[in-house]
């Protein structure tokens, strides 16, 4: 098992930036991977980013590309999402998923844990 226990997020103006954090405890075997995703009011959930923690690869959504930043604090098993030029089109809810042995990491049934979300909320 992997607790993932999300942190950050807020509202912001659109341009601002944001960090949001997940921890993650337990079992980290099976945090071999992790990703973000986040779920607007009446929409699936879509994938946002993610990193391979061992060999640090990293891939983003191509609405994030060059905006946000996945990235890792092996110390603090903590995976962080930066976001910059935050677009009113963030707002959502986001969540942080850890999975093992990941291969289509947009999908969401790729991954076994889940964090609680965080709501990011972006005006215009």
């Known amino acids: 098992q992997v607790q993932l226990v999300q942190s950050g997020g807020g509202a912001v103006q659109a341009g601002g930036s944001l960090r949001i954090s997940c921890a993650a405890s337990?079992?980290?075997?099976?945090?071999?991977?992790m990703a973000w995703f986040r779920q607007a009011p009446g929409k699936e959930r879509e994938e946002v980013a993610y990193i391979n923690h061992s060999t640090e690869y990293t891939t983003y959504a191509d609405s994030v590309k060059g905006r946000f930043t996945i990235f890792r604090d092996t110390a603090k098993n903590t995976t962080y999402l930066q976001m910059n030029s935050l677009k009113p089109e963030d707002t959502a809810m986001y969540y942080c998923?850890?999975?093992?042995?990941?291969?289509?990491?947009?999908?969401?049934?790729?991954?076994?844990?889940w964090g609680q979300g965080t709501q990011v909320t972006v005006s215009s």
């Open positions: 998923a850890a999975g093992r042995a990941v291969v289509k990491w947009r999908q969401v049934s790729s991954y076994a844990y």
């Open positions: 337990g079992d980290l075997a099976n945090n071999e991977a």
